[in-house]
Structure formats: structure tokens, C-alpha cells
């Protein structure tokens, strides 16, 4: 989808449920869909994303079966969003915080029960028996542990282990494990002895749960997996077992803690809220589409998704986006935007869950948004530091929601354009930041008395130097990768190519 050219529109006009009881036809929705029927279709008003003039969608469009299949007649381009292939297999039905669902129910499984995204998985294949690896094979009693975990995901497929086929990609050669954060620590769990290896392959077995699923390329500071775990007795058991798993553990994963909890807790439902924090570049910000534009000219470039290394550094040098700097007006307006998005609101317009305005799943709560001052990395390039908490996110709505903030804050986009967006009546597209920068802070379990023993746990003096220490360095980590990938001039070439 182009950088510029969002759009939106009203809903049919047939008559419908009722949408859900907190919420109403707010003024902006008014103001911004009028519709009329006719003999021949409906005929629509609605504000051009692009030019900000009022335009009619066509009758026949506005009534196709999906939300992208309505275009502006003004401007009819084909809208296409720039998506990484591994983001693909990861963006399933994400109820929570997938900018995370638990994905605790039922699944397909092949193979007599393993997941496909297990290392059990391979091993079945290749004929190796992974009772050799274990780190016990006799049965012990089992407690439910809450294991503390921080992680880069830039090199994983998200944190959710694959259990379905269907989900990955047919380009993508099955010849070794589909790298994900969870099958590295299933792995971890059977070497230090936490499992039996009966059990590995299948973490149902465990009665897994997370409380929020990343996508691909998305970090985390803490997250929170429970299982039925292997403890062992003695006061330091724990503290053995948290050494242990780190132990097995590839560099890009830390087990900060862990903390023993009641039977019945989870980690998805006793949550009460979530934070992250998205590094964002300033050139993503301030109104760099005409350098961009003119840098791809100079190239003769008309398809930057092919581009390597080289030719993205290029279009960097040519367009000034190492020098690109956000102004105070800028900083007011991005800050003014975000503060739209504070509150109990219809997010579904800015999600990719493919949700309706009677569907109360689209419906969430953000308790606070906020920009800090931008600052400057050592190799020159300034970056904003935004942090998002809420009760739960929908599919890839933090990365929506800023990039959506950053074209106002640009002025590619009036501030009503959020307003209407936000109301259950209006229909509306809108662009999508990549993953690189979007850091799970940590989740909350204030609310629940299950999760007390975790929220002091977390809460700790130890384990909250331990998280802020992995912050930084993942804060370090992003600031590389987009050095190293190039991931964020590449997604603003395409955004304006198309």
C-alpha cells in the first residue's frame, strides 16, 4: 500500500445488528460517511486519504466482499502493502498483543501428535532419538511454572511455535525447524531435565500458554510462558533450573526468572495489561516521500523490492534520511495524533484480524501512549522512542496505529481521518510500519490473584535490572539491524513506489 493513499468509507447500509452497547455514532462519522441509496448501487462520500478532497466510491465496490476490495474511483490504484515473507506464516488470528493470542486451542498436528515447529519434528526425520539428549527420562512431580523470557526476534519467525502446516509458506525448504522463539526453548527445557521426552513435540502436553504471542521480527524484553514443568526439590531448584535452561539456550534468548504458580493460572487470561515500545526513525516521521521519490528516479528504480544493501544505502545517501530530523511542530503533531488512540475504541481498522464492527473482539482499551524527545544513535540517525500500554492489541494494530500517527504528523493525513477511523461505522485502510524496533516490554498480572507471586516476581528489584539490561541491548540490537538490513529504507521505498 503507498505511504500516502489511505483510505476510507462508510458501511453498508442494509440493516444490521446492533454493535456493541459502549459504543455509538460519534460526531466525526457523521461528518465524514454520508451515504444515499440508488437504484443502480449505493453511492458514497467519503475524504480521500491522498488528495483530502471529498470523492464517491462506486455502488458495486463499496458492497465487495472484502474491506480491500473498495476503491477511491479518484484514485483507483491498486493498493499493495510491502510485506516480508516470514511475516506471512506468523500473522494468524492474533486475539492479543501480536504486534499476542495464546493460541491455546485446538490445532491441526501431523505426524502422530508433534508439531511441525518442533525440533522433535526434525529429529523424527532424520531418525535421531532425542531421549539421548534429555536431561532426565524418569518421571518426577510436576509444579506450573511461569518462565520469565526476553528475546531478539530478528532472526526467529515469532515467538508462537508453528503447529500447523498450512502455515508455512510453500517457498520455504522444511529441511530443519521452523526457527521460532518457543521450539529453541522447548529444546532448552528437555536438555536441562524440565521434561520428560515423551512429552517433547507437543506442548500441549505441558498446558502451555503465553501471555502475548510477537510476530516475526518482533523482540521482547519479558514475555511469560507457563508450563508443567520438572522442578526439583530444595530451595535453589528454581535458580538450578532457570541456570540450566540458559545454558541450552542460543544467545538471542534469556530466561531472566522464573516463579512457581497455582494450577489453574495462565498467562494469556490473568493478564491484565501489556507494554511495548517501538523505535521508530525519524525519516519514517517527517515528510520524506519527495526525496524518496526523486532518490528512486535518480536510480531508475521501479520496483525497490529486489534492491540489496548497496542500492538501499544509496537511495539513504540520496534521499537525506540519515539527516532527517523531526521539528518541534512535528513532535506536537505526532504526539497530538497518538493521543487519539487513548481510551476504549473500534481498532479493527487498524488491525489485520479481519474483524467487523459487531465483532466485540475489535473493541480495546489503551491506557496510555507516548513519545519521548527523539534522539541521536552514533551513526547519525535520529530516532523516536513511542510506548504503548494496553489491556490487549490486536494483529500488528501498534505498528498500524503509528504509522498511521506518522502521516499526520507529516501532513499526509488530516487528524479527523484517526477520529473517523476509530468509529465501528467507518471503514478505513490504513499503512503499517515493519516489525524492526517493536519491543514487548513486559505484560502485567496486577489484576488477578493467581498472578500475584509473578507480579512480585516481575516487580523485583533483581529480575526488573535484569529486563532493563536486555532492554538496552536490544535497543542497541534495532539501532544495528536497521543498519545492517536497511529493513527501514527499504519499506519507505516501497511504500512510495506503490
Not at 446492533?18 to 451515504?35: D, G, Q, W
Not at 534522539?375 to 522512542?385: A, M
Not at 532492554?471 to 536497511?486: C, G, N, P, S
Request: charged letters at 25%; one cysteine or more; hydrophobic letters at 40%.
Amino acid at each position: 500500500m503507498s505511504l500516502g493513499e489511505p483510505w476510507l468509507t462508510s458501511r453498508p447500509a442494509a440493516p444490521l445488528r446492533r454493535p456493541p452497547s459502549h459504543t455509538s455514532r460519534a460526531p466525526e462519522a457523521k461528518l465524514f460517511v454520508e451515504a444515499q441509496a440508488s437504484r443502480g448501487g449505493e453511492q458514497k462520500r467519503t475524504l480521500c486519504g491522498k488528495c483530502g478532497r471529498w470523492t464517491l466510491l462506486l455502488g458495486l465496490a463499496s458492497r465487495a466482499a472484502t474491506r480491500r476490495g473498495r476503491r477511491c474511483i479518484a484514485h483507483a490504484a491498486e493498493f499493495q502493502s510491502w510485506d516480508d515473507e516470514e511475516e506471512s506464516v506468523n500473522a494468524g488470528d492474533d486475539d492479543e498483543d501480536a504486534d499476542g493470542s495464546d493460541g491455546s486451542g485446538q490445532r491441526e498436528r501431523y505426524s502422530h501428535g508433534i508439531s511441525c515447529g518442533s525440533w522433535a519434528s526434525i529429529f523424527q526425520k532424520e531418525g535421531f532419538d532425542w531421549s539421548q539428549i534429555a536431561g532426565r527420562t524418569e518421571k518426577g512431580p510436576k509444579s506450573n511454572v511461569a518462565l520469565i523470557i526476553g528475546y531478539d526476534g530478528s532472526n526467529f519467525k515469532g515467538l508462537q511455535q508453528i503447529s500447523n502446516p498450512s502455515r508455512i509458506s510453500s517457498r520455504i525448504q522444511f529441511s530443519r525447524v521452523f526457527a521460532t522463539v518457543e521450539s529453541e526453548l522447548e529444546l532448552a527445557l528437555l536438555k536441562a531435565g524440565a521434561m520428560l521426552p515423551s512429552n517433547f513435540g507437543n506442548l500441549e502436553k505441558l498446558r502451555w500458554t503465553r501471555a502475548g504471542r510477537t510476530d516475526a521480527g518482533v523482540s521482547a524484553g519479558c514475555n511469560v510462558v507457563t508450563a508443567r514443568l520438572i522442578v526439583g526439590d530444595g530451595e535453589t531448584a528454581l535458580d538450578d533450573l532457570v541456570e540450566r535452561v540458559n545454558s541450552f539456550l542460543p544467545p538471542e534468548v534469556l530466561l531472566h526468572s522464573a516463579a512457581v504458580v497455582t494450577s489453574r493460572f495462565s498467562a494469556r487470561d490473568d493478564g491484565s495489561r501489556r507494554s511495548y515500545r517501538f523505535f521508530v526513525p525519524s525519516f519514517a516521521v517527517v515528510p520524506s516521500i519527495d526525496a524518496m521519490r526523486c532518490a528512486l528516479a535518480a536510480i531508475n528504480c521501479q520496483d525497490p523490492r529486489g534492491l540489496g544493501f548497496e542500492e538501499l544505502k544509496t537511495l539513504e545517501d540520496l534521499a537525506g534520511l540519515r539527516q532527517a530530523r523531526v521539528s518541534a511542530e512535528t513532535l506536537r503533531r505526532l504526539r497530538e495524533a497518538l493521543s487519539c488512540f487513548e481510551g476504549t475504541h473500534y481498532f479493527a481498522n487498524f488491525a489485520n484480524a479481519g474483524l467487523g464492527f459487531q465483532d466485540r473482539q475489535a473493541f480495546r482499551t489503551l491506557r496510555s501512549i507516548s513519545c519521548d524527545d527523539p534522539f541521536v544513535d552514533e551513526n547519525g540517525r535520529e530516532w523516536l522512542s513511542i510506548t504503548v500500554c494496553a489491556d490487549s492489541f490486536l494483529t500488528h494494530q501498534i505498528r498500524k496505529m503509528i504509522a498511521t500517527a506518522a502521516q499526520v504528523a507529516q501532513g499526509s493525513l488530516p487528524l479527523d481521518f484517526i477520529k473517523a477511523a476509530l468509529n465501528c461505522h467507518v471503514v478505513a485502510c490504513t499503512p503499517r510500519f515493519p516489525p524492526v524496533g517493536l519491543i514487548f516490554l513486559r505484560p502485567y498480572f496486577e489484576g488477578s490473584q493467581r498472578g500475584k507471586v509473578l507480579e512480585e516476581t516481575l516487580s523485583s528489584e533483581k529480575v526488573e535490572a535484569r529486563i532493563a539490561t536486555w532492554v538496552e541491548q536490544l535497543r542497541v540490537a534495532v539501532m544495528k539491524e536497521a543498519i545492517d538490513t536497511q529493513r527501514w529504507v527499504k519499506w519507505l521505498a516501497c511504500a512510495v513506489a506503490w
